[in-house]
């Protein structure tokens, strides 16, 4: 029979076959799981996206994981196995549906497990990525095909969460092709001040804060530029809170509550990412511990009904009278060096390289 000898290394044990009279031994050793980190993307949020890449990839585990990178063009015609984040030229990637594999200048390239880091449409945030993956039979990092869609459809969520005693917004809805709303029906509706925003969009992209017929007419069509439905929000005026949540549906840990004071009258994209925003982000928001705790278990409840698992962010207004009401689940949050999802978690005493190590390890099922 043969022997079997337990060698240890400081990264990895190994196991050495020894057959029959030791003349002759066969060797396998652990090996790290193959990520396939996926950025870039045809959507607009493809730079955010590259950003957030850069924060991810300084971040994992080398020692752990083996890490390839695939960018994927804005026109969304190629993805490209590139060897760093400062060449975004590669080799094009063709996947191989049924196997967890790709195939590059005629080898075949396979995977364990795709981190999508890839912002707004055609994406992970919509699901279409986690559609690739289920037809390559890959593990995907992050929330279901469904999940995403529906977070990433505003109608639809607002619908749900209605549905499940969770407040958003008082809003109406414009699809393209319908007669012009009446500024003033609306107005009589929703109050003075409102928002204008594509139903399926994200970072704030096409959202215009409207205070006359004018702005409301040209808010319209900018938000139907992005989205065939529009919706046309209440404004809250208050202070917009973030929480984080990570984990499995059921039992997926919830964060401290941040609170994001925007430089500019609503915190727009430019805001968001400007080399010169004066927006603040502070992962501790300047609330009573009664408001904070209600803004955690809505956050809680909000993943829950729309069925995420993973990770994702969960946005809220607090009016000035002290009500909350949930503004949107983003399923793929930013991780860029001034994004709230991680700072969150960092807060908690978990870092980043511990959060991605997580979040991987969730994907494979470990």
Not at 172 to 190: P, Q
Not at 324 to 338: D, Q
């Amino acid at each position: 029979m043969p022997a079997v000898f337990i060698a240890h290394s400081y990264k990895y044990m190994s196991v050495f076959h020894i057959q029959g009279n030791l003349s002759g031994y066969s060797i396998g050793m652990s090996k790290r799981k193959k990520v396939l980190l996926i950025f870039g993307g045809e959507s607009s949020e493809h730079e955010i996206s590259i950003r957030s890449a850069r924060n991810v990839y300084a971040a994992i585990d080398k020692d752990k994981y083996d890490v390839e990178l695939c960018f994927i063009e804005a026109s969304g015609q190629s993805w490209q196995l590139v060897n760093s984040l400062d060449d975004l030229s590669g080799k094009i990637m063709s996947p191989e549906l049924g196997k967890p594999e790709f195939v590059i200048d005629g080898v075949t390239h396979r995977y364990d497990v795709f981190l999508p880091i890839l912002h707004g449409e055609n994406g992970h945030e919509d699901g279409a990525v986690q559609g690739l993956a289920k037809l390559m039979h890959v593990p995907v990092v992050g929330c279901g095909i469904g999940a995403s869609a529906v977070c990433w459809n505003k109608l639809y969520a607002k619908q749900i969460l209605e549905q499940n005693g969770i407040s958003t917004a008082p809003y109406v809805v414009h699809r393209r092709g319908e007669d012009k709303k009446s500024y003033e029906d609306i107005t009589g509706k929703l109050g003075a001040v409102l928002f204008v925003k594509p139903s399926s969009e994200g970072s704030s992209v096409g959202v215009s804060k409207v205070k006359d017929a004018e702005q409301f007419d040209a808010a319209i069509t900018n938000a139907l530029r992005y989205s065939p439905e529009v919706l046309i929000e209440s404004s809250i005026e208050g202070q917009e809170l973030e929480v984080a949540v990570l984990g499995d549906t059921l039992s997926g840990r919830i964060s401290g509550v941040g609170e994001i004071v925007p430089g500019e009258e609503f915190y727009s994209y430019e805001d968001k990412y400007a080399d010169d925003s004066k927006a603040q982000v502070l992962t501790r928001a300047n609330i009573s511990d009664n408001i904070a705790e209600q803004a955690r278990e809505s956050a809680r409840a909000a993943y829950v009904c729309l069925g995420c698992e993973g990770l994702a962010r969960v946005d809220f207004m607090l009016s000035k009278d002290g009500k909350l009401f949930l503004n949107e689940l983003n399923t793929m949050p930013g991780f860029t060096s001034i994004s709230q999802y991680p700072k969150l978690w960092e807060e908690q005493g978990i870092s980043q390289p511990l959060l991605i190590d997580e979040l991987i390890t969730m994907a494979l099922g470990n």
